[in-house]
């Protein structure tokens, strides 16, 4: 070997290090690219529950404020800061997520703002947000309250906020309080305040993975005389009925939704579990199926043993349009879809990015000093604590 290849080698070797050098970068940088993509739900987790102690904060403003103001300021203006969140949640389930919302079935209810039960089948955590994707089109979405299981009552800052917004927390089976419900919903119809009220009448989610809840509902369909539901859960009456009791002449309609996610059937055609909000977060429920009912209240039955039956009924219709829309039968005009033309739901990033932005930038601004992250520290302890005392009273 000659001098000149001799001095060549370190030059060659020292390149060589290089390449390797950026090779391995790049792995690195790729890795944290997957990874985050991986849980790329976390940053939408993140904001939705790190914003709601600002957002909470500036409900108590509002309190204080409008307390001198006429009676009616402060529920416009809850409702009003309500829509701003919500607004929030529906630029990450739409716009983040990716997903197409295909609505059949009674479209028109997405044009005209009326008081209305809202009544719809339960599978998972992303449920409540279908409201939302609704109830923003009628110009209705801050006059939405839920009936919640009384569990709930408990979450941090959103426990006790959704008590003063209007909703109401409610036990299963025997523990149910029918008078506890009806003082609730009672105070709705006397101020007459606007209202959009969610109700998911099976009580528990439908999930394949737990026969023992299924059986149980067929159980009671069967000491009831009545028709077992393969796809969806027998309704329970006592909530529906209290409310639509407590809320006639007030309300105009009862909304019946039933909904379907894509992506919820394994090879073998069975059907999955509702996929979770983290999964829809990151995009894996391609599609979601809407069918939109509209039922004037004067159709509506108002003895309990027959809006018992009814409602039923009701259930029976979405256990077909579920069990069609799960089937593997070629023949079956309605696999994959519910019957009809559908309608696609759309948003704009002006009716949600603003919303999103306003919350991250106050709670950006609070966090931004040490002394700021210290109030805010304090604050969700203290203000957690404070929540519990004061739901524990209410109960």
């Known amino acids: 070997m000659d001098k000149t290849d001799k001095e060549r080698r370190p030059h060659w070797t020292k390149i060589t290090g290089y390449v390797l050098n950026l090779i391995n970068n790049l792995i690195a940088m790729l890795s944290v690219v997957v990874y985050l993509h991986s849980v790329r739900w976390a940053l939408p987790a993140v904001v939705m529950v790190g914003t709601a102690p600002f957002f909470v904060g500036l409900w108590g403003g509002i309190r204080l404020v409008t307390s001198i103001l006429p009676k009616g300021c402060y529920r416009k203006a809850d409702d009003f800061l309500y829509t701003i969140y919500q607004r929030m949640t529906i630029f990450f389930f739409y716009h983040v997520s990716g997903v197409e919302l295909l609505a059949y079935g009674d479209t028109d209810i997405l044009k005209k703002k009326e008081n209305a039960i809202y ?15 609704v109830a923003i089109h009628q110009g209705s979405l801050g006059h939405i309250r839920y009936i919640l299981k009384d569990g709930l009552r408990f979450l941090p800052f959103y426990g006790p906020y959704f008590k003063q917004h209007g909703c109401a927390y409610v036990k299963r089976g025997g523990k149910f309080n029918q008078e506890k419900l009806k003082k609730d919903i009672s105070v709705i119809k006397m ?3 606007p ?5 998911f009448p099976e009580g528990t989610r439908y999930n394949p993975d737990l026969p023992n809840v299924i059986e149980r509902s067929r159980t009671f369909a069967r000491d009831q005389g009545l028709k077992e539901l393969q796809n969806v859960l027998s309704p329970r009456t006592k909530a529906v009925y209290t409310c639509i009791e407590q809320l006639a002449g007030h309300v105009d309609v009862v909304y019946d939704i039933t909904i379907a996610y894509s992506n919820t059937k394994d090879s073998s055609g069975r059907r999955k579990v509702a996929p979770p909000m983290t999964d829809f977060l990151m995009g894996k429920v391609p599609k979601l199926h809407l069918n939109l009912e509209r039922i004037p209240l004067e159709n509506v039955p108002k003895e309990e043993d027959k809006l018992h039956l009814w409602l ?3 259930y029976e219709k979405k256990d077909k349009m579920m069990t069609d829309f799960y089937s593997d039968d070629v023949s079956v005009h309605n696999a994959g879809k519910f019957p009809g033309v559908a309608k696609t739901i759309t948003f704009t990033y002006l009716q949600t990015l603003p919303s999103m932005l306003f919350l991250v930038a106050g709670t950006g601004l609070i966090l931004a000093s040490p002394e700021g992250r ?4 304090k604050y969700c302890l203290f203000g957690t604590l404070a929540g519990w005392v004061w739901m524990a009273f209410r109960s």
């Open 191 to 193: 101020k007459k305040e």
């Open 312 to 314: 039923h009924r009701l």
């Open 119 to 133: 009544l719809c089948n339960h599978q998972n955590t992303v449920d409540w947000m279908i409201a939302n994707y």
């Open 374 to 377: 210290i109030a805010f520290g």
């Open 195 to 199: 209202i959009w009220l969610v109700i």
